[in-house]
């Protein structure tokens, strides 16, 4: 102890001195270290739940992102098919109308046709009355009588009919 003394050291000062730190860590512990320990804990235990919490938000923007992106796929896909329909149907109508217009046109041609055949044949029995009037007043003039009209009228259009029958020929 005497070497102790030599240092400067007081043996019973130091005990002293130990035993009054040991109460203060005893009552720093008491007072201090435990609430600070669970405040500590609690704060740890918030920001566990925090980032758990965070990871669970990430989780379902992810999914949200898939299901965006899997509906705006749908949605492209269905987009083009409504194209590809819409598309169609112009063609089917166009289609279509092609063939009406094809119709009409072949209609208007038979129409055509007909009214052509008729007026024909009209304008030919015109110039057949026409041509059975002059020959018959011809024939009256060159006999200076009148003649039986319709029996040369009959033979007239006999004579014709014969000779439109060899021009189709």
């Given at each position: 102890m005497?070497?102790?003394?030599?240092?400067?050291?007081?043996?019973?000062?130091?005990?002293?001195?130990?035993?009054?730190?040991?109460?203060?860590?005893?009552?720093?512990?008491?007072?201090?270290?435990?609430?600070?320990?669970?405040l500590?804990?609690?704060?740890?235990?918030?920001?566990?739940?925090?980032?758990?919490q965070?990871?669970?938000?990430?989780?379902?923007?992810?999914q949200?992102?898939?299901?965006?992106?899997?509906?705006?796929?749908?949605?492209?896909?269905?987009?083009?098919?409504?194209?590809?329909?819409?598309?169609?149907?112009?063609?089917?109508?166009?289609?279509?109308?092609?063939?009406?217009?094809?119709?009409?046109?072949?209609?208007?041609?038979?129409?055509?046709?007909?009214?052509?055949?008729?007026?024909?044949?009209?304008?030919?029995?015109?110039?057949?009355?026409?041509?059975?009037?002059?020959t018959?007043?011809?024939?009256?003039?060159?006999?200076?009588?009148?003649?039986?009209?319709?029996?040369?009228?009959?033979?007239?259009d006999?004579?014709?009919?014969?000779?439109?029958?060899?021009?189709?020929?």
């Amino acid at each position: 102890m005497e070497g102790l003394a030599e240092l400067g050291v007081n043996l019973p000062v130091l005990i002293a001195q130990v035993i009054n730190v040991a109460i203060l860590f005893g009552l720093l512990y008491l007072v201090a270290y435990k609430p600070i320990i669970r405040l500590l804990d609690a704060r740890s235990r918030r920001i566990k739940e925090s980032m758990e919490q965070a990871e669970a938000i990430r989780e379902q923007v992810a999914q949200t992102e898939e299901r965006v992106k899997a509906r705006l796929a749908e949605a492209n896909k269905e987009g083009q098919e409504r194209i590809a329909q819409a598309m169609k149907i112009g063609e089917e109508l166009k289609q279509k109308a092609r063939e009406e217009a094809k119709q009409e046109a072949e209609a208007l041609i038979s129409r055509a046709r007909a009214e052509i055949q008729a007026e024909r044949d009209e304008a030919i029995r015109e110039v057949r009355k026409e041509f059975a009037d002059l020959t018959i007043m011809a024939a009256e003039k060159i006999i200076e009588r009148s003649l039986d009209r319709e029996a040369h009228k009959e033979l007239i259009d006999k004579v014709l009919e014969e000779s439109m029958k060899r021009q189709k020929e």
